[in-house]
């Protein structure tokens, strides 16, 4: 069974049409991350949420905004998509730190791809 | 700063072969490693975890070894099938400091029949 599932998996939008992202997860993780994926690149981080505690990269551009309403989902805001933000979005998870068997590991989606026309 | 950088960049063989990728890490103090294989248009999957005192791990035809000294891991495939072609991704841990884990570039592997 999907443990972090995305929606939509694909999206196509008009450069300036604002797009929202989902990620829920079954898993109670405390930590969700959202990250960027261009073609042949490693994911680049945008921003991640520990617990209720939001954290944006520095070079995360302002157009990237996000959303965790409850422990089990989360959103990415694109406010105004533009042509560069065409790109693989993808959604993990990870247990908080120091807890009980944490690995550190990721769970990811299965992304979110996102065109802009 | 943390980084991790992986050879080669793209690789392929043909089906049946055995192939080796690399990772180097800088990643300080360290806590664990994970290889992620990415299909194409899919979310990584975790392969193995290594943490500092495990040398080798396997799961069916991937082997990862891991040598804390010389802050290296490779990720051993054997005995390749058309289904191993996909991104490899290195990403690696640090107990100190930051939890945000530091990705590689990644592999990409193609395997021809």
């Known amino acids: 069974d999907a443990m972090v599932i995305q929606n939509p998996r694909y999206q196509v939008t008009q450069f300036g049409k604002p797009v929202t992202l989902s990620c829920s997860q079954t898993?109670?993780?405390?930590?969700m991350y959202w990250y960027q994926q261009k073609s042949s690149q490693a994911p680049k981080l945008l921003f991640h949420?520990?617990?209720?505690?939001?954290?944006n990269e520095a070079d995360t551009p302002d157009n990237f905004q996000s959303r965790r309403p409850n422990t089990s989902f989360c959103f990415l805001d694109i406010r105004s998509p533009g042509l560069g933000d065409a790109a693989m979005y993808l959604c993990?998870?990870?247990?908080?730190?120091?807890?009980?068997?944490?690995?550190?590991?990721?769970?990811f989606g299965e992304g979110s791809r996102l065109t802009v026309l | 700063k943390n980084q991790v950088e992986q050879s080669p960049q793209s690789l392929i063989i043909l089906e049946g072969k055995n192939c080796t990728l690399q990772?180097?890490?800088?990643?300080?103090?360290?806590?664990?490693l994970r290889w992620y294989k990415q299909d194409t248009g899919r979310g990584p999957v975790s392969l193995t975890i290594?943490?500092?005192?495990?040398n080798t791990k396997s799961n069916g035809r991937y082997t990862a070894t891991l040598d804390a000294d010389t802050k290296q891991s490779s990720l051993h495939i054997t005995a390749s099938q058309l289904s191993d072609s996909a991104s490899y991704i290195c990403?690696?841990?640090?107990?100190?400091?930051?939890?945000?884990?530091?990705f590689g570039r990644g592999t990409s592997l193609i395997v021809h029949p």
């Open positions: 290594m943490t500092f005192s495990e």
């Open positions: 949420y520990y617990d209720k505690d939001f954290n």
């Open positions: 990403v690696v841990s640090s107990s100190g400091g930051s939890y945000i884990p530091t």
């Open positions: 898993l109670n993780h405390n930590v």
């Open positions: 993990a998870t990870s247990r908080a730190r120091g807890a009980s068997g944490n690995t550190g590991e990721l769970f």
């Open positions: 990772c180097n890490y800088t990643v300080s103090p360290f806590s664990n």
